[in-house]
């Protein structure tokens, strides 16, 4: 089961999303002009790991990011859903 975890912090925000076996992180720092990330997007780790995933898959994995409550709850579903298929 696909799952999404954000940690907020004083000084960061964490977003982790388990999928497919393995943990990937976001991690947000504050920056003079507002934050910035100090990995790779979600989205470019998941291609890294998994170089064949199907382009719809990373359509719902761009949600995590810029989605609402019901965008992101929808996109873990068809995360989970693919995860089965698998």
């Not at 393995?22 to 990330?37: D, H, I, L, R």
């Not at 100090?38 to 998994?50: H, L, M, N, P, W």
């Amino acid at each position: 089961m696909a799952k999404f975890i954000v940690s907020i912090t004083e000084n960061q925000i964490t977003k982790t999303l388990e999928f497919m076996g393995k943990a990937f992180v976001n991690t947000w720092v504050e920056q003079p002009y507002g934050s910035k990330t100090i990995e790779k997007s979600f989205e470019d780790q998941i291609q890294e790991a998994f170089p064949d995933i199907e382009d719809d898959v990373l359509e719902q994995i761009e949600y995590l990011d810029s989605g609402d409550e019901d965008e992101i709850q929808d996109a873990i579903s068809e995360l989970t859903d693919y995860e089965r298929e698998e």
